[in-house]
């Protein structure tokens, strides 16, 4: 891979040489060739240089001795090492003639000496010798093959680029760009072709040389010397990136079909969720892991490296891992470092929520595992205006359609909110619905609660079920739960069933309503007799448990069955593990869920622009999200991700 290499010093004030005795040997050991065996005296040297400069290991030369160990290797290496190291062992005026003059410095007249402007040696050395500040020095180098390629085998093509980069090579070394001075001279070395420079400021108290100064310099030449490959090879890179990652998360998604649909038990991860409940129980303040105590910290990350030992966890990370070294491996040389589960940034929230499991268990919450529901899917019959062509109907149900496609642009979403808009002003009453959906979720439009409001209620004050259920769930989401019971009772009295299990939720739980365990049950019932899985999950699971309801292991084994039956993962697990207490049972299925969403967020887009989502409307649903007391990075909020490829 094609590479600039670029190493930076200074040269304090009154400083002299450390080394002399290299520079006295440099003119003799620079011309010595030869096949015949390294001589003690060069072994001894270069170890000594070695020792003092362990970076020189990185230069080509050492590659070529560590090969074929050589008198005239070992001479190249050494002559290679302290011209690299030549700012550290001569003052600066030294250092400045010696750039200048010495072999294989490309000579402009006398000297090899460059700068912005017409160089007088003499002129230069004196400027050096009397500045009372720090001089920085430079050395980029390039391969001799890449150098050849490029253009950078001569001194004009070097000059032209750092004068070209002078301001930006002032401003990361915080000098005024009127104040910036610099020399320089080409070396045109064997394998390395390379260019020495000196900067430093006319006032001597002003410069200074960041890690981040350093690297914003090197990667504005580095874009510079090669920004035709460069492009052709993000072209390719690109193309690889995204059939790369279409793979991935093909390979992915059936491996988290696997894991959500699956359901295991593992008495290791219960037994420690028991011992870390415990633990929660002496532990005052908020209790998420930023602020535990390191051994409370220590028993969550032992659950999470569990739950990394699970096949379904485990097979996932390997892809996932694979993948994160496949992309790096384009943009970056240096290997990626594969970390634990447990210790991976991109997988802190899952410690939160083995700790709100944790704490659910010392509690003895009571919990729904709803987090799949699709709740939007009630079919109704749609109230059409009188008096419509057939073409305006067809407009219609493609416009609505479009919103739940995830194969198309944001551009073909907002076009279908401008349809959409003007059918409603045609009396397409249903249309409220979708526009309520679209500024509610940012589908063509910017999310905008208050809109999606609006529509929702122009919706459901003529009688829309589904808006009445979904304007009871936006306001229940914004904590408005007394208008948010309101709605669902209306719908409740069209026999929604969505409405019937989240009201039904709220009486259970006491959240907005007196708690009220029979009103409750009466619900969820009705809900559960039109074959709404959750519901017939829950009560399953309370005739189970027998804490809030009369324990009932036959009405138990009715309504698992009827849920288990649609598919609900939790329900075939209980059935399968009746005889157990299922409030830890189902703690490891629930984790097990959470992770899987984090893996599937985790992944990256389809393509590097982030496929067809706007980095604007993402900005907005971001800030969505921490204005309603998330982190930007948490994934607390889960809704099932649409996996379609």
Known sequence: MVRLIQKSGYIKAGSASGYMKYIATRERVEKLKGSAPVTKGQQQLIENLLRDFPDAKELPEYEDYSAVSTFGSASVLISAVLDANAHKFTDRDGYMKYIATRPRAEHHGEHGLFSNRPVSLDAALKEVETHTGNVWTFIWSLRREDAVRLGYDHAESWRKLIKAHQVEIAEAMKIPPDQIRWYAAFHDEGHHPHVHAMVWSDDPKQGRLTKEGVKKIRSRFSNDIFQDEMYTLYQEKDVSYKELVAMSRRTMKELLEKMRSGSCGSPVIENKLLELSQSLETVKGKKVYGYLKKPVKVQVDAIVDELAKLPEVADCYEVWNGLRDELEGYYKDVPRQRLPLSQQKEFRAIKNLVIQEAENLRLGVFTFEDAEMSDELETDL????????????????????????????????????????????????????????????????????????????????????????????????????????????????????????????????????????????????????????????????????????????????????????????????????????????????????????????????????????????????????????????????????????
Not at 386 to 405: H, I, N, P, T
Request: include cysteine.
């Open 382 to 645: 749609e109230i059409l205006p009188q008096s419509v062509g057939y073409g305006e109907v067809l407009g219609y149900r493609q416009a609505a359609a479009l919103f739940y496609d995830d194969d198309v642009t944001q551009a073909e979403k907002r076009e279908a909110v401008r349809t959409l808009e003007q059918l409603w002003d045609k009396g397409f009453t249903s249309a409220a619905y979708h526009l309520g959906k679209a500024y509610r979720d940012g589908l063509g439009v910017l999310p905008d609660d208050e809109k999606a409001e609006e529509w929702f209620r122009c919706s459901a004050a003529i009688g829309n079920v589904k808006s009445q259920y979904a304007l009871g769930k936006l306001l229940q989401e914004q904590g408005r739960l007394s208008e948010a019971v309101a709605w669902y009772e209306h719908a409740c009295k069209s026999d929604s069933q969505y409405a019937q299990y989240s009201l039904g939720k709220m009486y259970f739980l006491g959240n907005g309503v007196s708690k009220d365990v029979s009103r409750a049950i009466q619900l969820l019932t009705s809900s559960a007799n039109q074959g709404n899985q959750y519901a017939q999950y829950v009560l399953g699971k309370l005739c189970l448990q027998g804490k809030e309801v009369e324990k009932n292991p036959g009405a138990a084994e009715y309504w698992l069955t009827l849920s288990a039956v649609q598919g609900n993962a939790p329900a075939q697990f209980l059935l399968e593990h009746r005889q157990y207490d299922p409030s830890v049972l189902l703690c490891t299925v629930r984790l097990l869920h959470h992770m899987s969403n984090i893996f599937w967020e985790t992944l990256p887009p389809p393509n590097p622009a982030g496929g067809h989502v706007e980095s604007k409307l993402m900005g907005r649903i971001r800030e969505k999200k921490i204005a309603m007391g998330h982190k930007p990075d948490d994934h607390e909020e889960y809704r099932r991700p649409s996996m379609s490829m």
